[in-house]
């Protein structure tokens, strides 16, 4: 498919991107100058990891993501749960990056799953020396060389991702020849397909930074770039508002901003109007994240006034900044971030407004109010 930008009538879009920049920039101000800035910034994490899954049909529940991610889950989880913590897990890893980071050549193959794995040299096999003929011994070492390479090739993968896992790094991709036709279509060229989209990003140089992003995410979405990773261009875009220095201290989180605009908007068949519901979506976007920031500046103030009197030693000024940073805290959070007994976690929950989420005894979440 061919993305043709001639047929975008640019003048009926500035208004549109002229208030969304508007607003993305008083956004980021706002953060900037915030003094729960950086526990911000990881709800927003969140926010657009549950936003985008819904955008692409998906449902992921806010707290079951908070759970996973810390490692303590309740139960076993799903695909669309591992798929939503690995746009988690991308998001964290384009911001901790310097902002143009996300479109070198290294940074787009780490964030598409292909980063080169190092290859290690397998460690020397240790031969018994035993009294038998030298041609049956070499006859036997040829026959078992085969099974040997296969092995250690299967265990160097295992490896891999067992350590991509811990490390919580993108997992080792699969060869050509491992891929099957009935998970990954044969005659999908993401390479070709991803080289049309540096086209369009090559032919919109002149256009301004908000309006060049609603552009390329358009031609991300109709090119269809990656096969099982739409998310991808949703946070390639809000890449390139930070690169473009119209949002130079966090990530939009521009899926958030997408599901207040109707689908039939985003689907829209003219190549303008799409532009435009994107637009919108920006602009939707940095309203929902003041609006955010607005609510939990105030339940900070309201809990930091309960620490008025308390010992210097106190952990409640913790327990703040960990419950602003995370949509949902369970006891076990708690008591891993603060040292904490499982007992103090409970009795230091108590003492702020917190509401409890989970409705039982035991295995007990707060969020706030």
Not at 10 to 36: N, Q, T
Not at 325 to 331: C, D, I, T
């Amino acid at each position: 498919m061919i993305y043709d930008i001639s047929d975008v009538q640019i003048e009926k879009l500035l208004v549109a991107a002229a208030r969304a920049g508007e607003a993305l920039a008083r956004l980021d101000e706002r953060i900037d100058r915030s003094p729960m800035k950086h526990g911000f910034i990881e709800r927003q994490d969140f926010t657009d990891a549950i936003s985008s899954m819904w955008v692409d049909g998906e449902l992921v529940h806010m707290e079951d993501l908070v759970l996973h991610d810390a490692h303590m889950d309740v139960r076993a989880p799903t695909h669309e749960m591992t798929a939503a913590h690995r746009i988690l897990r991308s998001r964290r890893l384009i911001f901790s990056n310097a902002p143009g980071w996300a479109f070198t050549a290294p940074g787009l193959s780490r964030l598409r799953g292909r980063a080169a794995l190092a290859e290690e040299p397998a460690p020397p096999r240790q031969t018994l020396d035993h009294s038998r003929d030298e041609d049956t011994d070499a006859e036997e070492e040829t026959s078992l060389d085969g099974a040997f390479s296969e092995l250690d090739a299967l265990l160097a993968r295992s490896a891999a991702t067992l350590d991509a896992i811990t490390t919580g790094s993108a997992l080792p991709p699969m060869h050509r020849e491992e891929s099957h036709a009935i998970i990954n279509e044969p005659d999908w060229d993401e390479d070709e397909r991803l080289k049309e989209w540096w086209d369009v990003h090559a032919r919109t140089e002149e256009l301004p930074a908000i309006l060049r992003t609603a552009i390329l995410l358009d031609a991300w979405n109709m090119i269809e770039v990656l096969q099982r990773s739409p998310w991808l261009g949703r946070l390639l875009a809000s890449a390139f508002l930070r690169d473009g220095a119209v949002t130079p201290d966090h990530l939009p989180a521009l899926s958030a901003g997408l599901r207040a605009v109707p689908r039939e908007r985003r689907h829209a068949r003219n190549q303008t109007q799409r532009v435009l519901a994107l637009l919108d979506s920006f602009y939707e976007a940095a309203q929902a994240g003041m609006k955010e920031h607005d609510r939990l500046a105030h339940a900070r103030e309201r809990m930091m006034r309960k620490l008025a009197g308390r010992r210097s030693s106190s952990r409640l000024p913790e327990l703040v900044e960990l419950v602003v940073s995370r949509p949902v805290v369970s006891a076990a959070m708690i008591v891993k971030e603060l040292g904490t007994t499982p007992q103090g976690a409970i009795g230091l929950a108590n003492q702020l407004e917190l509401r409890e989420v989970t409705g039982r005894g035991r295995f007990r979440a707060w969020g706030m109010l």
